[in-house]
């Protein structure tokens, strides 16, 4: 027979097995712990367990059952990350596979048709990247919070080909997660840490890009054994932020710009469980890439020509991908292309680029040769719509600035006698600059898209040509 003494100790260690509470216990602690008892016994504490949490019974089941179906996706994600997802069992239609991600995007997210191409394309991507020489970032920018950003990476986090999302990452902890996994990056509030970083992390995001040059190296080992060690850093990534990354991220990415949704627009909320849900969908990507790895690594799409390389070489993959599907996704890409890419050049063009060609728009306007600097700032600064009159936290460009940013060309001020003798520029000076760095104009021939759009050229990316656009 029990002592009373016994007794009370077993009827405290039943208590904390059930109840396990503490006075500093959360309410998500509470959550986590009781989801983890077996039914019987949730069932003997969830009248008290609900009134100490002062909430009614019937939330506090819910909660334990949202907690537990989380767990089982959380389960499901590690697996799939680790040994990647089993392709589908038949042949697979891309036309049908594309048209169901853009239906789900649009479903959820506020974009634009083009945007959306974009998406879709690249998510493509994402299960056949090796097929390719170079693979861009997918950039998510919005100009403020409440964009749909986070929702947008939810979709990506459940289509994307072994999809890790992060808020936060060291260097270290890119190329390592990189190394292990191959996984798709979604790497979000990236305005919090990218722009302030010292450098090595913009350096391994924009190693990237590039298949044969995508590596960084470091040393391991202990004082005794350490031994460079070269790390891949080839694999998809999103990055999603609030304004803009630095330049060298932009030129490495194709960008999608997210807006905030009118009272007007209404979107569909983002399911928790959709990743479980989404499998087969993702299973059916994964058996289109393999069956169509051959034939997009073999594959050299016909591309718009456009003066800015490297932009026409971040659209390789996604028109590659596009001829695949047939020519009613080559025109949506053909369309997204001469969209996004035209509203690219205006709005989010390189700042030393804008400047040169603003500085050779005044000297056709007025005729000179040369020019002070000081005149050379004033008309700058009177350009409506461009960023000259509030450059830096608000305020106009100066000649010193404006120097700085020449002198990355090769072009520095010198003495000039108009009237007065005063630090100015050349015409001169700027002529080689100017042909190098400004799109040119020409007079291509024209061909007419599959959209029925005309374009002004198309070369094989593979040709050594160069052809204005």
């Known amino acids: ?247 060298t991220i932009i030129d490495r990415s194709v960008v999608i710009k997210l807006r905030r949704k009118l009272t007007s627009e209404r979107t569909a909320k983002w399911p928790f469980d959709n990743f479980s849900k989404l499998e087969s969908l993702r299973r059916q990507l994964k058996r289109w890439s393999d069956d169509s790895f051959e034939t997009l690594k073999n594959h050299a799409p016909n591309m718009p020509i456009i003066d800015n390389d490297r932009t026409a070489d971040n659209w390789v993959p996604l028109f590659a991908i596009a001829s695949l599907l047939g020519a009613a996704w080559l025109a949506n890409v053909e369309e997204a292309f001469r969209d996004l890419n035209g509203s690219h050049e205006k709005s989010d063009e390189n700042i030393n680029t804008l400047l040169l060609m603003d500085i050779k728009e005044i000297f056709i306007e007025t005729n000179f040769d040369k020019i002070h600097s000081s005149d050379l700032v004033i008309r700058l600064v009177e350009l409506e719509d461009h960023p000259w009159s509030e450059y830096r936290h608000g305020k106009p460009i100066t000649c010193n600035t404006l120097a700085k940013l020449l002198s990355s060309f090769g072009i520095k001020p010198r003495q000039i006698r108009i009237g007065q003798n005063k630090q100015g520029y050349y015409l001169s000076d700027f002529e080689d600059t100017f042909s190098r760095y400004i799109p040119s104009i020409q007079n291509p021939t024209t061909l007419h898209s599959a959209s029925g759009l005309v374009f002004n050229d198309f070369v094989n990316p593979t040709d050594n040509m160069s052809v204005g656009f």
Not at 64 to 78: F, G, S, W
Not at 219 to 232: A, L, T
Request: glycine share 6%; with cysteine; proline share 4%.
């Open 1 to 247: 027979m029990m002592s009373d003494k016994t007794n009370a100790k077993e009827v405290e260690e039943v208590g904390t097995r059930f109840n396990g509470s503490s006075v500093d216990e959360s309410s998500e602690e509470a959550v986590a712990r009781l989801a983890k008892l077996a039914l019987i016994e949730y069932a003997q504490v969830r009248k008290q367990e609900a009134e100490k949490l002062n909430i009614p019974v019937g939330f506090l089941d819910a909660a334990i059952k949202n907690y537990q179906q989380l767990a089982l996706v959380d389960l499901d994600k590690k697996s799939e990350l680790e040994t990647g997802v089993d392709p589908w069992e038949y042949e697979v239609n891309g036309n049908i596979i594309a048209d169901e991600i853009r239906d789900l995007v649009e479903k959820h997210v506020i974009l634009s048709k083009h945007q959306i191409t974009v998406l879709v394309l690249w998510v493509f991507g994402t299960y056949c990247i090796d097929a390719f020489g170079i693979f861009p970032k997918l950039l998510i920018t919005s100009p403020d919070k409440r964009c749909g950003k986070t929702t947008a990476l939810s979709v990506l986090n459940s289509v994307a080909n072994r999809a890790l999302a992060t808020s936060n990452a060291t260097p270290s902890a890119i190329f390592r997660s990189i190394e292990l996994w191959k996984p798709t990056l979604l790497i979000d509030e990236g305005d919090t840490f990218i722009n302030n970083d010292d450098g090595n992390l913009k350096g391994v995001i924009n190693s990237g890009h590039t298949k044969d040059t995508a590596y960084v190296l470091r040393v391991e080992g202990d004082n005794n054994n350490r031994h460079p060690k070269q790390f891949s850093t080839w694999t998809p990534m999103v990055i999603a932020m609030i304004k803009n990354p630095p330049d």
